[in-house]
Antibody
Framework: EVKLVESGGGLVQPGGSLRLSCAAS????????MNWVRQAPGRGLEWVSY????????FYADSVKGRFTISRDDATNSLYLQMNSLRVEDTAVFYC??????????WGQGTTVTVS | DIQMTQSPSTLSASVGDRVTITCRAS??????LAWYQQKPGKAPKLLIY???YLESGVPSRFSGSGSGTEFSLTISSLQPDDFATYYC???????????FGQGTKLEIK
């Protein structure tokens, strides 16, 4: 079964840091690019960051550029999001999501980040 | 960044209706456009990719069309399970940012 499981969310004060993790299973992790997508309470989806399957290209939304860092560990089939200088407006459910030319075809269940 | 604008923001319709949701990009994204369905408390689900390709397992009443800057998602005959929020997303690699539309909430009339 193809699966993405996020962890690492929680409550953090403004200005603090948090590291999200995503464990991938059921597919060849190195064949796929990956994303982080978030959704603030009662709001729409916001794309956050993207990393290619080789790690050669990394993109960020302007709202997180300079504060968030995406990375992957192919040895452990893991995706990460290091979040620094967190703001109240970063409060959201964060989804780990798989992509490869077909949009995002697999989503995790999400992990909740609360900045307060 | 490329801006994606969906219309309408809310749509009221009845079971059996044919409905169309529109998504406009601020610049061309070729056919790099996907549509998702999201229900409350759940992760989104991919419906359409590359503007008009139906994802495996998605009912054929869903269809997508368009290219460049104008796209649409059509549901040919609404079923009770289709009442949800729909999002478009551009994933043009050259844009270096894969923005979503603001969403369209499809409600029961």
């Amino acid at each position: 079964e193809v699966k993405l499981v996020e962890s690492g969310g929680g409550l953090v004060q403004p200005g603090g840091s948090l590291r999200l993790s995503c464990a991938a299973s059921g597919f060849t992790f190195t064949d796929y690019s990956m994303n982080w997508v978030r959704q603030a309470p009662g709001r729409g989806l916001e794309w956050v960051s993207y990393i290619t399957n080789t790690g050669s290209h990394i993109f960020y939304a302007d709202s997180v550029k300079g504060r968030f860092t995406i990375s992957r560990d192919d040895a452990t089939n893991s995706l990460y999001l290091q979040m620094n200088s967190l703001r109240v407006e970063d409060t959201a459910v964060f989804y780990c999501a798989r992509t490869q030319g077909r949009g995002i075809d697999v989503w995790g269940q999400g992990t909740t980040v609360t900045v307060s | 960044d490329i801006q994606m604008t969906q219309s309408p923001s809310t749509l009221s319709a009845s079971v059996g209706d044919r409905v169309t949701i529109t998504c406009r990009a601020s610049q061309s994204v070729s056919s790099w456009l996907a549509w998702y369905q999201q229900k409350p408390g759940k992760a989104p689900k991919l419906l359409i990719y590359k503007a008009s390709y139906l994802e495996s397992g998605v009912p054929s009443r869903f269809s997508g069309s368009g290219s460049g800057t104008e796209f649409s998602l059509t549901i040919s005959s609404l079923q009770p399970d289709d009442f949800a929020t729909y999002y478009c997303q551009q994933y043009d690699f050259s844009s270096r940012a894969f923005t979503f539309g603001q969403g369209t909430k499809l409600e029961i009339k």
